[in-house]
């Protein structure tokens, strides 16, 4: 296979692009591509302070490179979830990377600032630990972003994440999280506003991108990710895209510009929680509820 | 060929030559959920892998 742009020896094809790539001309496709979702969506200008939420995975290490490259103000923040030798690996990942090119990070402990591990709060809740983890890193992410004064949370979320969330939304008609399933969703009192840049390029390609780019990231998986229901549906994704190069792109894109504005982006009654003051449609937040339990 | 594979690490041998494409029909993967790495290079589906060849077959789904 060649280069489609200098007729090279190819080192990733992208079907659904009917394309393939030397490695340094993939590197500026992806960096153009999200370059060019950025100015779509308007998601944010070369002036304002940036905050990435960084785990130590290939998606936001690799976004944070891409911003970094693109000109962007961008610093990391890193939510260690005493997740054993994972939390402690992805953290030096993600310390090491932010040191090669002297970008700001900020670690914050969920153990040592809230007072409990996701293990501890699996335990407590007897539930998935994807789910108080899912709500952990909403929480402690907003949280710094808004207290540190940055303009914009940006998450790495991918085109195949995204396709898969809106995937399981769909099975479950969950009208909600339907409508507050946008490529930006602006701020608010006591919310951060929050983007999703890497929506239009898939997993394998952000892996690819920091493999080609020499990203040391996290190859391993969380130990505890046996419950993840969104990673079995892009399992079952990938067979569909496999079949049909594409797809999941048209599903995806077709949602954000013909089917989302029809689930209204409902704000219920907020109003600050009793215990932290973030907004909350109850008397305390579910992040405060989950910490009362998970705490020991 | 020695085939590098993860979560969790393990390592297989498979009879070689084949190209790329045949390998992960022979081990049942669909292409859409790795990437192919010899020698921290990425290969593409045409490329043919050597009997003394090295490679990673490294998955690309992750959660969180
Ligand atoms: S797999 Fe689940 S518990 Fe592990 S980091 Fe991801 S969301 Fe958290
Ligand atoms: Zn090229
Ligand atoms: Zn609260």
Redesign the pocket.
Known sequence: MRCRVCRGSAAIEVKRHNAAFCGQHFIDHVRRQVGRTIHDHAMFGPDERLAVGV?GGKDSLALWDILHHLGYRAEGIYLD?G?GAYSQDSLSRVEAFAEERDLILHSVSLLQHYGFS?PDAAKATRRT??SA??LS?RYVLNEEATRRGFDVLVMGHNLDDEAATLFSNVLNWNMEYLGRQRPVLPASDGLAKKVKPLIRVAERETAAYAVLAGIDYEVEE?P??GG?TVNRLKEWMAMLEHDSPGVTQHFLGGFFGRASHAFAVDIPDLHPCSKCERPTTGERCAFCRLQERAVT | MKVIRRHPRREIHIEGPMTVRALLEHLDIVPETVLVIRDSDLLTRDQRLEADDTVELRPVIS??
């Open positions: 785990s979830l997740i996701i630990p994807c983890c899912g890193k969380c505890l990710v993840n | 959660g969180g």
